[in-house]
């Protein structure tokens, strides 16, 4: 059986900035390369990825990218939005 992964102490997180701290779990929440085909129309994790990156911009004081952010993260949520097709396969579409 595992065992439960120890949070940090506070005393260690206090090392790090508020915008590091919410640039780590920006980091956390985005999809890889390696997942992004797998995860692309996965609504939680797209709008986690977004939630995670509005912090980001919020933090730098730049609310109107944090909003775009925020009402990406509520599309997926919502359903109101949906991921494109990839583009590298209607490349090889277009090139045969």
Known sequence: ???????PKTSQLNEFS?????????????????DWHRLKSNRN??????AAAAIVFLLKDQPQEALARLE???GWL???IS???CPSHG????AE
Not at 1 to 7: F, G, V
Not at 18 to 34: F, G, V
């Open 1 to 7: 059986m595992s065992q439960p992964t120890q949070l």
């Open 18 to 34: 508020t915008l590091e701290l919410a640039q780590a779990l920006m980091e956390r929440l985005s999809i890889s390369p390696n």
């Open 45 to 50: 994790s797209r709008a986690r990825e977004q």
């Open 72 to 74: 990406q993260a509520t």
């Open 78 to 80: 919502d359903r109101s």
């Open 83 to 85: 991921a494109p097709p």
């Open 91 to 94: 490349e090889k579409k277009s």
